[in-house]
Nanobody, 110 residues
């Protein structure tokens, strides 16, 4: 199971921290991914963090978003900085290659 939280309504330029608690698999041995889906659009990969802590980002969020993990709490975070209108969407986490969990909605609006 994957449960994302932390979404909400924020203004452009603001910060937001998303969290995703995982259960039912060996989290510490798994690469984890964040993805998002904007209204009316397809799913966009945002970031992946591997079990060694190595991370990768989509160009659209590079330099603004930071993925991290807390293996003791089976949790993966997405720190969002300087959010933009186009960051609006449903955000999901997943084990790399696995199904998405329940998402959390981020709305960026002035």
């Amino acid at each position: 199971q994957l449960q994302a939280s932390g979404g909400g309504l924020v203004q452009p330029g603001s910060s937001l921290r998303l969290s995703c608690v995982a259960s039912g698999f060996d989290f510490s041995d798994s690469a984890m991914t964040w993805a998002r889906q904007a209204p009316g659009k397809g799913v966009e990969w945002i970031s992946t963090i591997y079990k060694d802590g190595g991370s990768y980002y989509a160009d659209s969020v590079k330099g603004r978003f930071t993925i991290s993990r807390d293996n003791a709490k089976n949790t993966v975070h997405l720190q969002m900085e300087r959010v933009r209108l186009e960051d609006t969407g449903m955000y999901y986490c997943a084990k790399l290659g696995g199904p998405r969990g329940q998402g959390t909605l981020v709305t960026v609006s002035s």
